[in-house]
């Protein structure tokens, strides 16, 4: 408000000492133009550390890749980890019509709790309890989906300087809004050799005084794997490794398992170790727009205490929460959505999976890694024989220009020569994809002494 004023003091002693209304407007607009300069002088407008520190590593490598894809044939995306995106998945007739009762109802149209509703807590809390690992209401908080439980459950956890441990290959989420934050992430290996278990010798040997939690992904995204019992047990004991490895572990779970496996909770195999387990809607019922998700408090011993459930509450109240309409509806979700919805979901995502992998296994330089569950697939990339590319991005990008098929790289999950793929595309296009890749890499494979005789030449 001063620079204007002071600009109008001028103005008007320009006019009685000139006189003259062109000369005037002349040097008024030099002297304006001076005084606009001066003001973007003094400003300095910085954004926050925060977002300077905020990356999502799979946005930063797709959006630098040059993506053209072949014009003569349909692009194949087994990027997109959205299960509606091609129409072939639709949720349950039951879970639709429990958004249309909640809606009519005219019930869930105001604020709720920033932990949800009462109701809706208790109706998860029931769905989840089990006699190894009892819930109540007071146990369940309900999110802005899975990332938002996520980001509660590192938040309440952690301080700048603290570290977590992040398996790799894992999702991306947790480096983003870790580092955000100023916390250290440590990246722990999984063992494709032995179906994405976790090296828990590698693992231990991470932990110092500042590590706060475990991040356990079971099903894996983007691996597909499901860890055992045993495995998981010897997770929570420290086996081979001890004491054990840590007082506090974060679970993130979907609970998407194929016939022949079994998904195990975590939560009930553990005698001291408290947890948080993460969870919502999105892949298991097929709405990931609905965005509704959870945290389950798992402390038997009360090592949390209140201070962390109270962490919990202050910091859910950041914002109001889930959607009040599908916390409305969550209830006939859980408890009216058939098992033929959720079987048939799952015997089309193995049936997928099943296809890519025998297909894939018999394409030159590439290893993939069958699934156990999830929607996702990884497969490695024998980079020796392909050398025309520098790694994963390069081969997956020329893969675009050439077949217009997309595949993640796995650069984006800091696991290099893998590429993963999304298997919830109809199934006649993850047959296309298929055949369309071992076109790809027959095109462009070559055997040892094949570059041995180029050199040579």
């Known amino acids: 408000f001063q620079a204007v004023s002071d600009q109008t003091c001028l103005d008007d002693s320009l006019l009685a000492l000139n006189g003259n209304g062109n000369h005037h407007k002349a040097v008024k ?3 304006c133009l001076a005084k606009q300069k001066s003001c973007r002088q003094r ?13 999502n590593p799979i946005r930063a490598i797709v959006d630098g890749m040059k993506l053209t894809p072949n014009p003569e044939k349909p692009m194949i995306a087994l990027s997109i980890g959205d299960p509606t995106v091609f129409g072939n998945l639709p949720t349950d007739d039951k879970v639709l019509q429990a958004m249309k009762d909640a809606i009519d109802s005219n019930k869930y149209n105001g604020y709720a709790p920033s932990v949800g509703y009462q109701k809706s807590r208790e109706v998860v809390a029931n769905f989840y309890s089990c006699p190894e690992a009892p819930l109540e209401a007071e146990d369940v908080l309900l999110t802005s989906g899975c990332s938002q439980a996520i980001d509660l459950a590192i938040t309440v956890l952690c301080n700048p300087g603290d570290n977590i441990l992040v398996p790799c290959p894992g999702f991306s989420l947790y480096k983003t809004l870790a580092v955000s934050l100023g916390i250290q992430v440590k990246l722990y290996t999984l063992l494709p050799e032995k179906s994405w278990e976790i090296d ?16 356990v992904n079971n099903p894996s995204n983007p691996c597909g794997s499901v860890y055992s019992k045993e495995h998981l047990q010897n997770i929570l004991s420290g086996e081979p490794c001890s004491p054990p490895l840590l007082a506090t572990c974060v679970l993130y779970l979907h609970d998407q398992v194929f016939p022949g496996c079994t998904y195990q909770s975590m939560a009930s195999l553990s005698s001291d170790v408290p947890i948080l387990a993460c969870g919502g809607l999105a892949k298991r019922w097929l709405v990931p727009g609905w965005r509704l998700g959870w945290i389950l408090i798992h402390d038997k011993n009360q090592i949390f205490g ?15 929460g889930a959607c009040t309409i599908v916390q409305g509806a969550i209830e006939s979700i ?6 033929e919805f959720y079987h048939r979901t799952i015997s089309f ?8 992998f025998s297909e894939l296994s018999t394409v030159p330089g590439l290893t993939p890694v069958m699934p156990s569950g999830a929607m996702y697939l990884m497969v490695g990339i024998e980079m020796e024989h392909f050398p025309e590319f520098q790694n994963d991005v390069q081969f997956t990008e020329r893969l675009v220009t050439e077949q217009s098929v997309f595949c993640l ?30 076109e790809f890499c027959q095109r462009h494979y070559r055997t040892c002494s094949q570059d041995s005789n180029e050199l040579d030449q």
């Open 43 to 55: 400003w300095n407008i910085r954004p926050s550390e925060m977002s300077i520190n905020t990356l």
């Open 306 to 320: 209140k201070e962390i459930r109270q962490g919990l509450v202050k910091l859910s109240q950041r914002i109001l």
């Open 334 to 339: 859980l408890n009216d959505t058939p098992q």
């Open 409 to 438: 790289p796995a650069t984006a999950f800091e696991y290099p020569n893998y590429f993963r793929i999304v298997v919830t595309v109809p199934e006649e296009m993850m047959v296309e994809a298929c055949t369309r890749i071992r």
């Open 29 to 31: 607009g030099i002297v």
């Open 200 to 215: 828990l010798q590698h693992m231990e040997s991470l932990i110092d005084d500042r590590t706060t939690c475990l991040i």
């Open 349 to 356: 995502l193995e049936s997928n999976s099943e296809i890519c």
